[in-house]
């Protein structure tokens, strides 16, 4: 899309850089509170808690119970101190990210050289194709293709073992580098936009509509299909393990599963004594409270039913920012709410950030329950640790990728502003963020609950 | 929140309401609840304030009732294909088939899916491993 409309100053991509500096302050000031203030106090209380345990260990009047009560009190404290230091990890990475994208897609834009001031007289609402999203496309091929050296290179620099060799890092820096021109095009084009002259389709089945909604719906419609690979792998494995929910119903059924629930365990179950087998644990036995894991209270489920809150309302105020921008006759809230949303463009701004906020939640929550996991020992390398980090961590990136385009949003929100006219901006991108739920709506149950 | 208004027996149970909301703040708030009972499902191992266990079955069919409820909700109303063109539904549907294709193919009917793959269609194992 070649937007036209307003007349864009370059100087307006310097509020860009400042909103880059003020989000990296942001992931600074949180790292340092999070990750090196309460982390480093946590760390002590899990050193004394993991000493104590070591202590006890070694001493012959300390009882089984109370040997098991101290090392739960240094699981709690491992685990305490992993949620600060891991939240103060990420939000400073994902902040320094924003920054990146923020920022460079600002700088380049700020160097182009000035346009002339449209007098309306040269067709400027006219649409015409872009060359951007090839741009972008072809970046992403590149750093696809040096991506497992680009891995390698990485692994020296964070202290992950190895030799450090340049040269395995060049093809996806090269890649990076054109999806960055591609983006900071995309956005030169799209600012201006003020919504006239948005490309229709001419013919069936989509005539009358527009382009880039239907083309949106399609891409929709492929990311379906990659979450459908995901779920079924899963169902694959799944029906293959022998769970705690298939042993017991197993023995309930008073039906032998090869492999899982034996004719023996059955009668010893039937004459009322406990019986226990070897199953499977999947990332829902180590979450919910009674899982097989034993591991499972409210805490450790906390973080995923937060995110799916947290998801849920984040579509809904994508919604309340779209329904402001198309709103003609908006008014502001009274009582507090009128110092967040004092007018019309000032409030769809806010929406957008609460939405990013939120999606911003999602990612540090979901890291935090990550680091659990593994510290518990439910790590990638095993099959349903392996099908669980892919399937949520792919639909993690979408959120991830959706938070890079709503950092857009939010500039654009905060400069040119939204209306009825070009509101669908919001409306196209929300279209995306609802599918992410959608998505989350699926893998929360199967992968969280079940 | 789409460009067209949308109709239906739900809508007018809407206007109904008190506090003069849209469908979209009623849509958001039926969205919470469900997602409240789902996890409730999961915590809790009986009915709360009795005795009655809650079973696995009953789990698994508040799992899949509240998911297409949710589903219906976000699709129909947050995506509004409801008040859109058919076309972005019949669009939206599309893939079904092929995703009922894929779960029963692989997911449900052939044990040695993933195992027993034909060479030429799984990675080099061997490369991996030595990276």
């Known amino acids: 899309m070649s937007g036209h409309g307003n007349h864009i100053e370059n100087s307006i991509w310097g509020r860009a850089i400042l909103m880059a500096g003020a989000i990296v302050t942001i992931g600074i000031v949180a790292f340092a509170a999070l990750g090196l203030g309460v982390g480093s106090i946590k760390h002590d209380a899990y050193d004394e808690a993991k000493d104590t345990y070591y202590e006890a260990m070694d001493d012959p009047t300390v009882t089984q119970s109370e040997l098991d009560h101290l090392h739960h009190e240094e699981i709690d404290a491992h685990l305490s101190y992993l949620t600060y230091w891991v939240a103060g990890v990420t939000i400073m990475v994902i902040s320094i990210i924003y920054a990146i994208f923020l920022g460079v897609g600002g700088f380049i834009n700020s160097i182009q050289p000035q346009e002339e001031e449209s007098h309306g007289d040269d067709h400027h609402d006219e649409h015409h194709g872009s060359a951007s999203p090839i741009i972008f496309c072809f970046g992403v091929l590149l750093f696809l293709m040096g991506f497992p050296e680009f891995v390698e290179g990485l692994r020296p620099l964070l202290s ?47 005539e009358g509509e527009h382009i880039r909604k239907a083309g949106l719906w399609v891409f929709i419609m492929s990311e379906v299909m990659v979450f459908a690979t995901f779920f079924s792998s899963y169902l694959r494995v799944r029906t293959e393990w022998c769970t705690k929910w298939a042993f017991d119903n197993g023995l309930e059924n008073g039906k032998p599963v090869e492999g899982c629930v034996s004719q023996s365990q059955i009668d010893l179950f039937n004459a009322g004594e406990h019986v226990t087998g070897d199953v499977v644990m999947t990332a829902s036995d180590y979450l919910r409270p009674g899982g097989a894991a034993g591991t499972g209270d409210f805490w450790t489920m906390l973080p995923g039913a937060v995110n799916t809150f947290a998801l849920i309302i984040s579509s809904y105020t994508i919604v309340l920012a779209l329904k402001t921008a198309k709103a003609k006759d908006w008014e502001a809230p009274k009582g507090v709410l009128r110092h967040l949303l004092p007018d019309k463009k000032t409030a769809v701004r806010n929406y957008l950030i609460a939405t990013l906020l939120l999606g911003s939640m999602f990612i540090v929550l979901k890291l935090v329950e990550w680091s659990h ?72 149950p199967a992968f969280y609950l079940y | 929140m789409g460009e067209h208004e949308t109709t239906g027996i739900i809508e007018s149970i809407v206007e109904r309401l008190p506090g003069n909301k849209d469908i979209y703040f009623w849509n958001f708030i039926v969205l919470m609840v469900f997602t409240l009972f789902e996890v409730g499902a999961v915590f809790f191992e009986t009915v709360p304030g009795t005795e009655i266990r809650i079973s696995r079955f009953a789990v698994w069919t508040i799992l899949v009732v509240v998911g297409i409820v949710k589903g219906y909700g976000i699709a129909a109303y947050f995506m509004h294909l409801k008040g859109d063109p058919r076309i972005y539904t019949r669009t939206a549907l599309f893939p079904v088939l092929f995703v009922l294709l894929m779960l029963w193919g692989i997911g449900l009917s052939n044990p040695e899916a993933i195992t027993e793959l034909p060479s030429w269609c799984t990675p080099d194992w061997d490369y991996a491993t030595s990276r």
Request: aromatic content about 16%.
């Open chain 1, 373 to 444: 996991l593994v510290a518990e020992g439910f790590t990638v390398g095993t099959s349903q640790g392996s099908i669980f980090y892919v399937a949520t961590g792919a639909h993690g990136m979408h959120v991830f990728a959706g938070l890079l385009i709503m950092l857009y949003l939010v500039f654009k929100a905060d400069t040119i502003g939204y209306d009825e006219d070009n509101g669908q901006g919001i409306e196209y991108f929300g279209l995306y963020w609802h599918f992410v739920d959608l998505a989350w709506v699926v893998i929360f």
């Open chain 1, 160 to 206: 992950q073992g190895g030799t450090f060799e340049a040269g395995n890092l060049v093809l996806s820096t090269i890649g990076l580098t054109i999806i960055m021109i591609g983006i900071a095009n995309w956005w030169r084009e799209d600012l201006p936009f003020i919504g006239h002259g948005e490309q229709i389709a001419t013919s069936a089945p989509f």
